[in-house]
């Protein structure tokens, strides 16, 4: 049988340990609160992502358009149609995807 002494250092050892499973427990209870804080933060700049770009997409081109219009010589309307149109063929593309979610 066991002793009186060996029962009570393995009670004192079961007490200890207890403790500091609590004490893990209670991190670990703090580390889920601040990991799902950074995931809702992530989830939400993914989000805006996500729907800011097809404005993003669109914006390329135009400002591509814009950069390349002031280096150049003045062009024709026609010209200047011609260029525009493979933007609002992107722009169309675009815009019917986004319609269609």
């Known amino acids: ?8 250092a393995l009670h004192a050892r079961k007490q200890g340990l207890l403790e500091s ?3 893990d427990r209670e991190r670990l209870l703090l580390t889920l609160v601040d990991l799902e804080q950074r995931l809702a933060w992530a989830d ?14 669109l914006a390329i081109p135009l400002c591509r358009a ?5 280096s150049q010589p003045p062009v024709s309307r026609i010209d ?3 260029r ?3 933007i609002a063929r992107h722009f169309l593309s675009i815009w019917q995807q986004h319609r269609r979610k």
Do not use: C, D, F, H
């Open 1 to 8: 049988m066991l002793s009186i002494a060996r029962l009570n």
């Open 21 to 23: 499973s609590a004490v």
């Open 44 to 57: 939400r700049g993914i989000t805006l992502v996500r729907k800011w770009m097809p404005v993003g997409l």
């Open 66 to 70: 814009w950069a390349g219009r002031r």
């Open 80 to 82: 200047q149609l011609l």
């Open 84 to 86: 525009l149109w493979p």
